[in-house]
């Protein structure tokens, strides 16, 4: 059992290492920016200036200690290429990701969680069988086909030409809708597969526990054993990866999305930060993706440990 | 992929109540008994004789040369037609069948290794005195590294290591290893309380003799699934860091076809689109199948749910 | 557009993207004519052409009164106030402050008198420079160290544009996305997928004049232009600019209807065109859209580093010659043809040499034999000087990773086997962004390098100075090409106003670059705008412009999206 300030040296252990790990390769070894922002004919003296503008010339040590310091006191600088404060393109820019991926998140849980109850509702049948070929098949198909394909046939006139190719010019529900709805269908069909899977399994693993056996031998209804006992033993694994996969999906997952979609959200900025080296963008990004995980870590321990006390 | 991982982890806590089948006894016979698994594995073998193949030079040898016309479609000459260049498309497709075993034996083989070597020691020295440290730094690790937004992590260490064709697969096993540490730390951990490690010890044999030799073999079945998982999560990272340009740099890989067939299939040829499609949907679900008919096979008390 | 720019900072509109916004939402002092062909300089923010003196040191131009910047909080009580020639001294010196890291300072590096040392001495505002002086509210003064012809050009460009010092005061970095100018346009948003901007009120009032635009009724009728005749510019309300860096999702998007105007990708063109020598539209689309093809105003080439002497330049004589030799093999083994049919459709215009179609020294009787492919000549080279597959040196050829460069790649690779060079010593060297890239070869670390080169102002001096020795990297001369005679030559005529003489000077520079086989070169890239018969239009992308924009307008009263 461990205390509240053994986990917090452990959360402060972690951000550490994180910030250290992506200060090394994104900063360190990352690109360098310089060259991006010097112009036609530059002179020696000018790239040298460019390069002491960025703080390229001071020593490592002093650049982790900036970084750290201003991580701690939010001042989190200006964008290099752009010019933009970092905290006003996290507010433009994260509001959008939550926009595009939580539909698409929330709903191919929920229809994982549907189909996964069906498949071990009926384990063994026909239906328990199409089901998990279906999403054997779904986790052998790369994203980018996915989306490929989504787009030839949903946005171009080879197929329905139903939906922009790209963009996010929403003001209005309907725009919403026309934007994210591609996104989302990828998405969905994307994760769909390992959904399945995964609640199947764990729907399974609580319908054999030995109770619900039990009551089944006495002639409970399995429906009723499904929804009371079953449903309600599993949220806590539920819970806790759904919590942890949000920051995950939101920051990682829509990387590609973005890029592919042109969808102006922190994934797109992300990239291109670490394509073009621009350090305040990614220092900011990663920092934060740190903490929120450690933070996601702590809250999801202490609730599994409220739970379930047998878990020590 | 960061989903595979979590899938994984939270799977495995499940599963740690129940017992556990080693490699030896009746595994053999439950993986011949199933029919999808037997179906993987013909997938896989076939896929690798192709890339055998492509290695000693008797298939898809003429996936560079340009000497077809623009676009062509399919023909007795170029089987599924042509590309923008003029290169015979199947021949490219065959190519990359070898790109792909490439990537996904190295990395798979390196990251479960490494996790398997981690995991040990951290589960071997778990509580112990003086030595917890080791449990404590593989846990961080494995902490830091499962913080880190996956493609992020991966493209910022494919441009760190810029121009060095094995960028991308450091940058994968750097991330891939933490799962099978995991697993194969709480396997460790439920071993050493075993009966025949504690007469090893009394006896006096030395801990890296023991962790070797008589521990970690009976983790095999947990390093076969990963194994197969590391592989599949090897060639879709690939393909969609060929698609973003860190990928493969020479040669062909089915992430580059598919890279080069959006721009195609807007003005209407979906050749190099179907055929990287084709080739990689098939063996990415025979290694799926494969990994479910191992995992089943192992434990016969999943596979009878 | 097919790009987008990361900065609407004039001091770094250095990309054809951020130039086109920088120079519709600020002023320039001169700007070319909408319709003249070829281009010709028109006065912008200025009144008339420049004066200058008879030694072409010392240009004088008075601005036109009652200008205004936009309203903004950055001004007091939010009001823009006029524009004075002080805005232009300010907007100039911006350029060497170190804080501004700008892009176009090598413009006028070392050309305006005492500019360069006021940078050494700090940068500081308050110091005058004499060579760049406001004479009163209204006219400017500029001396030149040494005659600069294409002064007046830089002028055009968006790096010149006017800036208020309080705009930069108030946002500091933020003015890269907190545009404060006084064009035609002013911002509403933006990010780096779209800008959006709407009519500039404030805008000076220009009634549109055909004739003084250079409008050619033969060539240029049936576009809608001359119902706008009389019509104050800028004639849009409001106009969005999506940034589409993809051509499947820009044709998409054009083609679902969600764009006006776009530039047609390369794998669209079968798509699109009727017939390629006259450039024409399929009927289909020839009933809603206008199309335009051109060619661009620059080129790409590939440079060797002549400063390694795997490949340049070498100290021994003979391993020099050597060298050049296998140089000039290589030179002739690239099939010319066969790269422009399968990249560029056909349609790009090759040419031998650094002066580029498009720009008036252009030669169009060149010899034609030093791009023609020949494979047997190739041969001959390699074997008279001994080359062989066994001592052909390694190669590496650097580009940027992306799958058009990487074919390209491949391309050249299998031009090179013809000839008899082993694949397994020709690599790729890859870079996962330009600048990386730019950083290698800026540095000297590339062996082959393909570079493109957007033309600056209608002046081979432009692409002259592209090898002119000094300018070897870091600077612009990316080959690290050094021949004596040729940089004289550069010299001489650096000074000299465009003439007949000039012209040919230009020529017998190319000459001596052409027989040197320093660089692969070159193409000039056609490009197909296509644009909605509903606009009336004649757009133009040529040398960092984008100063037609103002003139684009509706045939019928509609709101519309464009580009």
Sequence with gaps: MRSIVQQLIHGLLLILGVTLISFLLMVWFGPDQTYTLIGKNATAAQIAEVRHQLGYDQPFVRRYVDYLTGLATLDLGASNSSGEQVTSILKRTLPISLALMLPGFIIGNLLGMALGLLAAFRRGTWSDRLITGLSVTGMSISFLIIIIALQVLLSTPYGLNLFPVRGWQVDSISSYLTYVTVPTLSLILVTLGYNTRFYRAIFVEESSREHIVTARAFGASPATLMWRHVLKNSLVPITTRFMFSIPLVVISGSLLIETYFGIPGIGKVSFDAITSGDQPVLKAVVGLTAVLFVLIQFVADFIYRAVDPRIA | MIIQRVLEQSVGFLRSDHERGTVRDGTWSRLKQDRTGIIGLFIVTVFFLISLGVLLGFLGQGWSAADGGRWESASSNHWMGTNLLGQDIFQRAIFSTRTAFEIGVIVSLLSTLLGALLGALAGWYNGKPRKTWIDGGVLWLTGVLDSIPFYLFVAAVAYALQG????????????????????????????????????????????????????????????????????????????????????????????????????????????????????????????????????????????AL | MDGAP???????????????????????????????????????????????????????????????????????????????????????????????????????????????????????????????????????????????????????????????REAVAFYGKELAVHPVGSGPYRLLSFNNTAAVMERNTRFRQEPFSLESEGFNPNLQSGYGLQQLEGLVPPFMDRVEVEFIAEDAARWNAFIAGELDFVKVPVSQFDQVLQSRDPPTLKPSLASDFHLQASLESGFVHTDFNMADPRIGYHPDRVENARNKALRCAIIKAFDWEKRNEIFYYGMGQVFAGIIPPVAPEYDPDQNKIAFARDLDAARLLLQNHGWSAENLPELEIGFTSSVTERLMFEQFRSFLAEMGYPQDKIHPLTFASYGDYAQAYLNREVMLMTIGWTMDYPD??????????????????SANYNNEEFNRLYRASSTMQASASRTKIYREMNRI???????????????????????????????????????????????????
Excluded at chain 2, 165 to 191: G, N
Excluded at chain 2, 220 to 235: D, K, R
Excluded at chain 3, 460 to 473: D, H, K, R, V
Excluded at chain 3, 556 to 561: A, S
């Design chain 3, 513 to 563: 670059l052409i027989d040197d086989c320093a660089t692969i070169s070159g193409i000039s890239r056609r490009l197909i705008l296509l644009w909605n018969r509903k606009l009336a239009l004649l757009p133009d992308r040529s040398f960092l412009g984008g100063h037609f924009f103002r003139f684009a307008g509706q045939r019928e009263n509609r709101q519309g999206t464009k580009n």
């Design chain 2, 164 to 303: 060095w064709p094995w960028a991308m697969h450091v940058a994968m096993v750097a991330t891939f290893w933490t799962a099978t540490a995991r697993l194969v730390r709480a396997e460790v951990m439920r071993i050493r309380s075993r009966e025949f490690v504690l007469s090893a010890r009394t006896i006096g044999l030395p801990a890296p003799l023991i962790l070797f030799r008589h521990v970690l073999p009976n983790t095999l079945h947990i390093l076969f699934v990963q194994a197969t998982i590391a592989f599949v999560a090897a060639i879709k990272t690939e393909v969609i860091l060929s698609f973003l340009g860190l990928g493969v740099q020479d040669s062909v890989s089915w992430g580059l076809m598919l890279a080069e067939s959006t721009q195609e299939v807007l003005a209407g040829h979906f050749n190099n689109f179907l055929a990287a499609s084709l080739m990689l949907f098939l063996l990415l679900l025979g290694f799926n199948l494969l990994a479910d008919a191992l995992q089943d096979a192992f434990d016969p008390r999943q596979a």
């Design chain 3, 6 to 164: 990361s900065n609407l900072d004039p001091a770094r509109a250095s990309t054809i993207y951020a130039n086109f916004l920088a120079v519709n939402l600020y002023d320039t002092l001169y700007r070319y004519k909408y319709l003249a062909r070829p281009y010709e300089l028109e006065p912008n923010l200025a009144e008339s052409l420049p004066q200058i003196s008879a030694d072409g040191l010392t240009y004088t131009i008075r601005i036109k009164k009652g200008v205004y910047f936009v309203d903004d909080p950055a001004f007091p009580q939010g009001q823009g106030r006029a524009v004075n020639a002080q805005d232009f001294v300010y907007s100039l010196k911006r350029h060497f402050d170190a804080k501004t890291q700008s892009q176009g300072a090598w413009l006028w590096q070392k050309r305006i008198v005492g500019l360069d040392k006021w940078k050494e001495n700090g940068s500081n505002y308050q110091q005058e420079v004499p060579g760049l002086r406001a004479l009163d509210e209204l006219t400017i003064q500029i001396q030149l160290t040494a005659p600069y012809p294409q002064l007046i050009h830089t002028l055009t460009q968006g790096f010149s544009a006017i800036v208020p």
């Design chain 3, 460 to 477: 081979a001096e432009n692409t002259i100075q592209l090898f002119y020795g000094p300018n070897a990297s870091p600077g612009s001369n």
